[in-house]
C-alpha cells in the first residue's frame, strides 16, 4: 500500500512539473519578424512632390546639390506612390536654414509655380578635415622578429557629410517636419577618394530620409524563450 | 500499528506534496502557456502573443525570459518604445542574462536608435562653422 502510494506522489510531482529549475530551461528558439516602420509624416493629401534645392556648401569635386536632388528622387521614385516632379531644383533665397524654415510666402508662391503638394528641401553640407597624426601599431623586426609597439604617422581625412531636410506644405508654405542625418568616416588620405565617399556616405541616409515619408519594413532574427 | 504508521506517514507526504506542488504546477502553467504564447507569435499571431505574455507577467513580473518574449512580440507589432523598456527589464532581472538575450536586445537596440532618428555621429565644429 505504501509503496502504491510513494509511486502515486512521484507521479503527481511529475505531473507538477517538479523539480523545475532554471537549469532545465531550453534553447530558445529563433524566430524571424517584420520591424513595421510607419511613414513619420502624415502624408495624406500629399501626391506631387518637389525636391529641392538646397542650402549647400561648395565642394571643389562636384555639384552637391544636384546629386543630393539626383539621389533623393531616385530613391523617392523607386520606393513610393508620389510623382516625384523632375524640374530642375530652384533656386532658394540666400538665407540660414532656421529662416528658410519660416519663409511661407517663398514656399507658397514656389508650391503654386510647380504646381507642388509638398516641397522637400533643406541643406547639405560636405567637408574633409585633416585627421592626420601619430597612432600605435605593432612592429615585427625583420631580423630579431621581436614584437614591439611603436608610434607612426598616418596621414587620413576626415569626411563629414550633413544633411538637414525640411518638409513644407505647398499649401501654406508651413513646415510639416524637419529632420538631421550625419555620417563621419575616416580614412587613409592615399585611399580615399572624395567624390566615392560622398556618394557611400550619402547611401547611408537612404533608410532614415524614406522612412519619413514611406511606410516600410525590416526583417530581423530574434530568440524566443519557451520557459 | 506500524502498517497505519506508514499509512499515515505517507499519506502526510502526499499533502504535503500536494502544497508544495501547488508552486512547481504554477511554473508549470507558465511554461506550457508561454509555449503557447510563442507558438502564436511563429505563426505571426503577434498581437495575441503579446498579450498572453502581458497576461503570464502580471503572474509572474520578475521572469526575464518572459519579459524578453514581450519585448519581440512588441517589436512585431511596431511598439518600439515598449519593447525598449521590455529588454531592459528583462536583461536587468538577470545576473548574467543568456546571449541570446543581450543578442536580442541589441540588435534591436541598433534598430531603436535608427528609428527614433538617434545619430551615431555628434555633429562635428568644422561642420557647423561653415553652415551657409
Known amino acids: 500500500m505504501t509503496r502504491r502510494l510513494m509511486v502515486a506522489l512521484f507521479v503527481i510531482l511529475i505531473h507538477m512539473g517538479w523539480p523545475a529549475s532554471p537549469a532545465m530551461a531550453g534553447r530558445p528558439q529563433t524566430v524571424r519578424i517584420q520591424l513595421p516602420m510607419e511613414a513619420r509624416m502624415d502624408t495624406e493629401g500629399y501626391r506631387r512632390i518637389l525636391v529641392g534645392g538646397f542650402l549647400h556648401n561648395d565642394s571643389p569635386v562636384m555639384d552637391i546639390e544636384k546629386e543630393l536632388v539626383r539621389i533623393l528622387r531616385r530613391e523617392l521614385e523607386k520606393n513610393s506612390d508620389f510623382l516625384i516632379l523632375a524640374d530642375p531644383p530652384p533656386s532658394l533665397p540666400e538665407q540660414r536654414l532656421e529662416d528658410l524654415k519660416k519663409n511661407a510666402p517663398f514656399f507658397v508662391a514656389l508650391a503654386e509655380e510647380f504646381r507642388a503638394d509638398l516641397i522637400i528641401t533643406g541643406r547639405i553640407l560636405y567637408t574633409s578635415v585633416d585627421r592626420s597624426g601619430f597612432v600605435q601599431g605593432e612592429y615585427i623586426s625583420p631580423t630579431t622578429g621581436r614584437r614591439t609597439i611603436r608610434s607612426y604617422y598616418v596621414d587620413r581625412t576626415g569626411y563629414t557629410l550633413k544633411l538637414d531636410l525640411i518638409f513644407v506644405r505647398g499649401s501654406d508654405g508651413q513646415l510639416v517636419y524637419d529632420t538631421s542625418f550625419i555620417q563621419e568616416v575616416i580614412l587613409d588620405t592615399d585611399e580615399s577618394d572624395p567624390l566615392g565617399v560622398f556618394f557611400d556616405l550619402a547611401e547611408r541616409f537612404h533608410d532614415n530620409y524614406l522612412a519619413v515619408m514611406v511606410p516600410r519594413s525590416r526583417t530581423e532574427i530574434r530568440y524566443l524563450f519557451t520557459e | ?132
Not at chain 2, 46 to 62: G, I, K, S
Not at chain 2, 123 to 132: L, Q
Open chain 2, 1 to 132: 500499528m506500524a502498517k497505519t504508521l506508514l499509512r499515515s506517514g505517507a499519506l502526510t507526504l502526499l499533502l504535503a506534496a500536494l502544497v508544495l506542488g501547488a508552486a512547481p504546477a504554477r511554473a508549470t502553467s507558465i511554461k506550457k502557456e508561454m509555449a503557447y504564447a510563442v507558438d502564436l507569435g511563429k505563426k505571426g499571431l503577434w498581437h495575441e502573443a503579446a498579450h498572453r505574455f502581458r497576461l503570464l507577467l502580471v503572474r509572474a513580473p520578475d521572469h526575464p525570459r518572459l519579459w524578453n518574449d514581450l519585448a519581440v512580440a512588441y517589436e512585431a507589432v511596431g511598439r518600439y518604445d515598449d519593447a525598449h523598456q521590455a529588454y531592459e527589464k528583462a536583461v536587468a532581472l538577470m545576473d548574467s542574462p543568456p546571449e541570446e538575450m543581450l543578442a536580442n536586445q541589441e540588435a534591436f537596440e541598433v534598430f531603436y536608435r535608427q528609428w527614433k532618428g538617434a545619430e551615431p555621429l555628434p555633429a562635428t565644429p568644422a561642420t557647423e562653422s561653415e553652415s551657409p
